[in-house]
């Protein structure tokens, strides 16, 4: 009877109770909350940092120069580079192509239009230049070979750096072609993409040519467009022993600028 007495009970109850809480006192610090919530947060903060190195690394291909695969074909190498702005391209250039013997007269003539179809159709699907086909064929594969490397990177990020100066319209990317200036040896007229208010390409679609007046276009031309999307303007010198090339490619340029609205 003596060991169910109800204070023996009371008792032993009083004492399992103390040891329970001396229990729960002595576990409390490795279940602590500011604890369980620093090693729960390290995740998360890296995550974010991963995702931010690949939103810049996005950014990074969107808006610079991508250089595709080479292709190779029965008459050489043929290797696309793209200059690309918020996701567009702005300009295309082939930085190998078949050359030597008949090559160069094919190349000279065919690369220079399917760089202005792969500006134009924004993707590889152009349309193969006559009598190039082995060189229009590698064109494409390089170019297609660039356009995948610029999605893998994915889209371009139109805020902080697509906007700088609170502009919307600064990132449009268009193409201009200025009015046809008629030269003492023939018209000079001049096409330019401008992207984000800035020349990103100019050409000559008219110039000069025929006898000597075709040696000096395929000399001034080419030092023309350079000097007009490192100027970005129609201020630019002219060409020696080229200057009525250079002043109707000025006036051509600067009509094409006044219709761009630079």
């Not at 567009?88 to 160069?104: H, L, M």
């Not at 995948?148 to 906007?163: N, R, Y």
Request: glycine share 12%.
């Amino acid at each position: 009877m003596r060991k169910s007495h109800p204070i023996r009970r009371v008792v032993l109850a009083t004492a399992a109770t103390v040891s329970g809480v001396v229990l729960l006192l002595s576990l409390k610090p490795a279940s602590d909350p500011g604890a369980a919530a620093a090693a729960g947060g390290a995740a998360p903060q890296q995550t974010a940092a991963a995702q931010e190195s690949a939103q810049g690394g996005a950014q990074a291909a969107a808006n610079g120069t991508v250089t595709g695969d080479a292709a190779q074909t029965q008459y050489g190498a043929v290797q696309v580079r793209l200059t690309v702005n918020n996701g567009k391209i702005t300009k295309a250039e082939a930085v190998q192509a078949p050359k030597g013997g008949q090559s160069d007269r094919i190349t000279a003539d065919a690369v220079p239009k399917l760089n202005q179809e792969a500006v134009a159709a924004q993707s590889a699907d152009i349309d193969a230049v006559s009598g190039a086909t082995y060189t229009s064929g590698g064109y494409k594969q390089s170019l297609q070979s660039a356009l995948d490397k610029v999605k893998a990177a994915g889209p371009a990020e139109g805020s902080s750096q697509g906007s700088g100066d609170g502009s919307g319209g600064a990132q449009i990317t268009r193409t201009v072609t200025g009015k046809a200036v008629k030269t003492q040896y023939g018209p000079v007229q001049v096409r330019i993409t401008v992207s984000g208010g800035k020349i990103t390409k100019a050409e000559a679609v008219q110039a000069p040519s025929g006898g000597t007046s075709s040696q000096k276009t395929e000399l001034a031309v080419p030092k023309l467009n350079q000097a007009a999307v490192a100027a970005g303007s129609a201020d630019i010198d002219s060409v020696s022993g080229a200057t009525y090339t250079s002043t109707g490619y000025q006036q051509s340029l600067q009509s094409a600028l006044d219709q761009a609205g630079g």
